[in-house]
């Protein structure tokens, strides 16, 4: 199996870039590092997807390093069999008459720092759950979130029968592996990082470990190219209303996108749809289901909350 992608994606499909141009501003020598002065400023990230993905290629060298592949991979073999993302987002659905929640545990973002200071992954876990959650989505991404794989682990291991969600920003074959040793039952992919053929190849990774993908798209565009992947209705797709270049969140992101013809394609084909990001009310859940929305991936709305069970509740109400 290939472990690493290639950082070349086709032309036109993704615009951001997996690595700097001009190479890393910071060379290793020895057990020194020197900076490399004079740069162009292409060599800048041009927002902080394209940051956080830059930042992913040595984090993954780093783990890589304390915890080589093949170990990941006879660890992820021992794992409890995943549990089926997709099915407990229909079974929650068909129950409730309402889109299947997905709620986020997330301490911290990019766009509003931090969110919850007192941030107990496992509670906040539990309290979503018995709140009504049909499925949870944990951040690891350490750097700009403050979360971990760790965070993962200890909430599979509490005892937490919603699946899991592993929120990462995936570039590597190796953090798949990584996904599920730590009791990922589901990864996030996102393709304004991801040309068709990554998509292609992770999502295969993915379901041989029995996991599930949410493919995540922010325009028609995107939307149209990841339904050409080969099975993408036994996965999810996500809109994310928040533009990840400018944190600018619109909620007709979701609307606009399912009353392209590509959403209707979505309709026509079966495949679920989840609205994420900027959902705060009863009503913005009513405006992306009727828009065709299946599920909903909500974060910073309930991770807010001092009682997140009362939060999930009152939101679903
Ligand atoms: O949340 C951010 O600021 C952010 C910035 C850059 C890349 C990704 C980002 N968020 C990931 C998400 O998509 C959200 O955590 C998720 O959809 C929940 O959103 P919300 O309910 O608005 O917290």
Excluded at 65 to 81: E, G, N, R, S, V
Excluded at 293 to 306: F, P, R, T, W
Aim: charged share 25%; net charge neutral.
């Amino acid at each position: 199996m290939r472990v690493a992608c290639s950082s070349q994606a086709t032309m036109g499909e993704v615009t951001i870039r997996r690595r700097p141009p001009h190479g890393l501003e910071t060379q290793p020598c020895g057990p020194h590092a020197f900076r490399v002065g004079g740069l162009p400023d292409e060599n800048k990230p041009q927002n902080i997807l394209e940051e956080i993905v830059w930042w992913k290629a040595r984090e993954v060298e780093v783990m890589r390093d304390k915890q080589p592949l093949a170990l990941l991979q006879a660890l992820a073999k021992k794992m409890d069999p995943p549990r089926d993302f997709k099915a407990a987002i229909l079974a929650k659905a068909k129950e409730t008459g309402r889109p299947g929640l997905i709620a986020e545990v997330k301490k911290a973002s990019p766009s509003k720092g931090v969110i919850q200071p007192d941030f107990d992954p496992v509670r906040i876990a539990k309290a979503y759950e018995a709140g009504g959650a049909a499925c949870l989505s944990v951040l690891t991404d350490e750097k700009f979130f403050q979360g971990s794989f760790q965070n993962l682990t200890r909430i599979r291991a509490a005892g937490v029968t919603c699946p899991l969600l592993c929120k990462e920003f995936i570039v590597e074959a190796y953090q798949v592996f990584k996904a599920r040793a730590s009791g990922a039952d589901a990864i996030l992919l996102i393709a304004a990082v991801l040309p068709n053929a990554d998509l292609a190849y992770f999502m295969k990774a993915a379901t041989n470990l029995g996991m599930a993908c949410l493919i995540e798209v922010h325009t028609e565009g995107e939307l149209a190219r990841v339904l050409q992947l080969p099975g993408v209705e036994n996965h999810l797709l996500g809109i994310n209303n928040r533009d990840l270049g400018t944190f600018k969140v619109d909620l007709a992101t979701t609307k606009r996108i399912m009353d392209s013809e590509w959403g209707q394609q979505v309709k026509d084909r079966g495949i679920i749809m989840v609205g994420e990001s900027g959902i705060f009310t009863p009503e913005d859940v009513a405006f992306v289901q009727q828009a065709g929305c299946g599920a909903i991936l909500v974060g910073e709305s309930i991770v807010k909350q001092g009682d997140p069970e009362t939060g999930v509740k009152a939101l679903l109400a």
